[in-house]
Structure formats: C-alpha cells, structure tokens
C-alpha cells in the first residue's frame, strides 16, 4: 500500500493477555494509544477469551454473509419500529451499505418467542452470544484497564444500547464515487473485525490521514464519545471515515461490537444539554 502512494497508520498493538495479567507496561502503553490517537489494534491470542472469539470468527463472518445475501424484501422484515431514533436496531439501509444489529440486552434474552430476531441468528444463537460475550469482555477489560471509574458506567445488570452488528459495505467501481461517512462513534469503545482496507482515520498525533491496515488475530479499537467525556477530554474519539483506497467493485463485511453507557448515564447527559 505504502508503494502505491497509499499512507499507512502506523498504531500500537496491546496484547489482551498481557492485559488481564495486569502487565504495568501494556496498561500504559493502552493509556498512552487512547489518549495520543484513540485507536489501537487488541491483539487477542494468547488469551483464553481472546482465542475463544477468534475460533467463532470465521463461522460470524459466515453468518453476515449468508444474512446480507438474501432477497432485499426478506431483510426488510427485520427493520425495527419499536427504537429510539439514536438506535440501529434491526436491519437498516443507508447510503452505501446496510447493516443489521442485536443489542446485548436482547440477546441475553433472545428465545423462540422473541420476534426480533431473523431465523439465521436464532439457529445460531450460541455462536452468536458466545462471540458477543467475549466482545463484551475485552471491551470491559480495555475500561478497566484504563480506569475502574470508566467502567462503574457499564454494569451488564443495567440497561444499555451495547451490541453486536453486522455491516455489509460494497466497494465501488470508482474511487471518486464514494459519499462522505465522515463521523466519531457516539459510544465508549467500538471493537471493529474487517478483512479490507476501509478505515481511513486522522491520526492527530502524526496530523495526517491514513488507512488502518486489517491485522490477522487482532481487532481495531476505538474510542468513542461518551469515553472522551467520562475522561474528561484526556482520551481521544477519533475522526474517521468508511471508505477505500483506490478503484474496485466487491462486498466487505464488518462485525463491530459497540460497548455504550448504561441507559441511566445517557440519559442524565440528555437533559442538562
């Protein structure tokens, strides 16, 4: 990519083992990411967790692709009515892509009798949670690393707009085609599987913008909104854009895992606005 003029993000790899091992230098080399660009890769191997998510990986990829190939009409069955307007719940459909997602809090209770969910995801309900489970326990790791104070506003017994989605993004034949997806996640981290080149981000440390390569076994990392504010400014939710790097028609698949405030928090955000 560098050969072909194409500026490369250059960003830290914090091990998730040496993580929950508390290592003091990892720790700080986490603080030192979140702060300076608010994105990392979380390498995952080495981890009983981390291992465990990866194993799933292939068969959720799997999944996103099965679910986005079906007929437009099927999908647009699973569109919500029942959300907030700050939600994505369900299947949506936008400029350049679609995406499907399952907040956590369903999904603890997802059953036969709950209509929400797409007869796919309900067959393969254990792969679906587990992998979502161990999403969650990174995140939550990566907040307690930084600060336990982070994470008394992420309790998994209250309610919040944590969850799993599956994004469906096609390339376009020409660069110059692709809309503006300028954007920071709103929510405390994003833990983000990709296959292609697609997150062009600003890096303010190196005050340039570059792709983020997709790394074998690691997950990229954000920090979103609502952490920069609960740190008061002192971590980074960084700018970043859904695009490509050069001409080139063909489908990328993504699975993010949001992790978001408890309701409560947002809430009271809300209304001293």
């Known amino acids: 990519m560098a050969q072909r003029g194409i500026p490369v993000a250059q960003l830290s790899i914090i091990s998730f083992a040496k993580l929950n091992a508390k290592d003091p230098a990892e720790v700080a080399l986490l603080g030192k990411a979140a702060s300076n660009t608010g994105l990392f890769y979380l390498d995952l191997r080495g981890d009983t967790g981390g291992e465990r998510v990866l194993a799933h990986l292939p068969e959720i990829y799997a999944l996103a692709e099965t679910y986005f190939a079906q007929a437009e009409e099927t999908k647009a069955q699973d569109s919500r009515l029942d959300i907030k307007a700050s939600q994505d719940l369900g299947w949506k459909k936008g400029y350049g892509g679609e995406s499907f997602e399952i907040s ?45 104070d982070f994470a008394v506003h992420h309790s998994a017994n209250q309610p919040s707009d944590t969850g799993l989605k599956f994004v469906l993004h096609p390339s376009l034949a020409r660069l110059s085609d692709v809309g503006e997806t300028l954007h920071t996640d709103s929510g405390t981290l994003t833990l983000l599987f990709y296959k292609d080149w697609s997150i062009y981000a600003f890096l303010p440390d190196a005050n340039m913008w570059a792709f ?15 952490l920069q504010r609960l740190s008061g400014g002192k971590l980074h939710s960084p700018k970043h854009r859904v695009t490509q790097p050069f001409d080139g028609a063909k489908k990328r698949y993504y699975l993010s895992y949001f992790l978001r405030p408890e309701a409560a928090l947002v809430e009271k955000w809300d209304a001293a606005k």
């Open 104 to 148: 956590r809090d369903e999904m603890d209770l997802m059953s036969d009798s709950i209509s929400n969910f797409p007869d796919l995801f309900r067959e393969n309900r254990k792969k679906v949670t587990e992998f979502s489970a161990g999403c969650n326990e990174a995140c939550l790791t990566l907040l307690n690393s930084l600060s336990t």
């Open 212 to 226: 983020t390569p997709p790394l074998e076994c690691c997950a990229l990392i954000n920090v979103g909104d609502s």
